[in-house]
């Protein structure tokens, strides 16, 4: 496995942009949250307040029901 550490911060003057999240399967939006929180728990993602940037993710589910 790799893992890589980033930080993104914005420059002066940067405009805030805000996407609609992609459509998820009720059945399938537990998983997402199950693996969002395994990630802030090994330090992976931090989780942060509201902000004005937000972008969608894409979650690919695996064969044995995990997802990526």
């Not at 937000?54 to 044995?64: L, R």
């Amino acid at each position: 496995n790799i893992h890589l550490r980033i930080n993104m911060e914005s420059q002066p003057g940067d405009q805030p942009i805000q996407l609609k999240p992609f459509p998820v399967r009720i059945a399938r939006k537990h998983l997402i949250l199950q693996e969002l929180q395994c990630l802030c728990t090994l330090g992976i993602l931090t989780r942060v307040g509201g902000t004005e940037w937000a972008f969608p993710t894409v979650s690919i589910p695996k064969k044995y029901g995990e997802v990526c």
